[in-house]
Structures are given as C-alpha cells and as structure tokens.
C-alpha cells in the first residue's frame, strides 16, 4: 500500500515537472528575464505549500482538540463557504486596493488564522478561525493571477499563469 501511495506521487511530482518545463518554454521571453518572476515562482509555491498543508489537517487537527468528527466537518464546511465568498470580496477588493494588498491581506490572514488554529478551544473559536483561513486560501487561486497579470503585462499573462497554476497542485502533492 505505502508503495503505491509512492508511485502515485512519484508520478504526478513527475508530471507536473514535466508541465512546468513545458509551459516554461512556451513562456515569453521578456517575463523570463525579469528578475521577479524566479521569486514568484518560489512565493507561490511556498504560499501554496503553507496553506495546503492546514487545509488537509484541520478535521483531524479538530478531533484531536476534542471535536467530534461531525463538529469537526461542520467547521471544514464552513471554511469552504467562507472561501466562495472570499474569492468574490477579495476579487471586488482587487480593484480598489490592488493586487499587491490583496496578496498581503491573505498572507497575514494565513497567519492570524493558522494561529487561531492552534489555540482553538471551542466551536466559536474554530468557526472564527475556518473563516480568517479561508481567505488566506484565496492566495492560490485569485492573487496569482491578479499578480502575474500587474507584473509581466497581459501580453505574457496566458503562459505565466499556466506556469503558476501549475505550482499550486504540485504544492498540495509535496506536502
């Protein structure tokens, strides 16, 4: 059992290596030049790696701080509702504060809600911490293309996009 769990991840690590280079080399050449697109690379991957890793333990994380197994789904759902509407406030946000305060917005809200997290001691606290994570969860699905778009123009946006989108499942298979 342990070895397939390996090969399946060996695999699709292996796959999106793949995506990347190939979606690297269809990338403009002017995006590739820039010295941010390199720390972007590694900012989104990083992000994406320290928000996935809560997101799949927060039911067991839960049980463990005494929650049964009903309680601790209810606040799971929550953090998925809270992220739809996250995704649509950060997205009108975006407009009139920008991308770049977008971006810090859910970097400190992974922050403030991981911590919330930790010192969890009820039903209130866990729902007040699903609902400030959830929009630290916004960071991998709306600031990478709100930033690559403002960073390396429109004209690159398709292949520098694929290029971070696909960072953010490779994320969620690491860890």
Known sequence: ???DYLTINFTSVAGFIFLLIFLYANASLDAKIKRHFYLMILVVFLSCCCTYVAFSVVVPHLQDCGMTAQEAARVQSVMLLALAAAK???GALSDVLGAKAINLICMIATVVGLVLFAEVGGMPMAM?????YSVS???TT???PLLSSSLFG???QGSIIGIFM????A????T
């Open 171 to 174: 994320a969620s298979v690491i």
């Open 137 to 139: 969860l916004v960071l």
């Open 142 to 144: 709306i600031t990478v």
């Open 88 to 90: 649509f406030i950060c």
């Open 128 to 132: 007040a911490a699903a609902v400030v």
């Open 166 to 169: 696909a960072l953010v499942p």
């Open 1 to 3: 059992m342990t070895y």
């Open 154 to 156: 429109y004209h690159a």
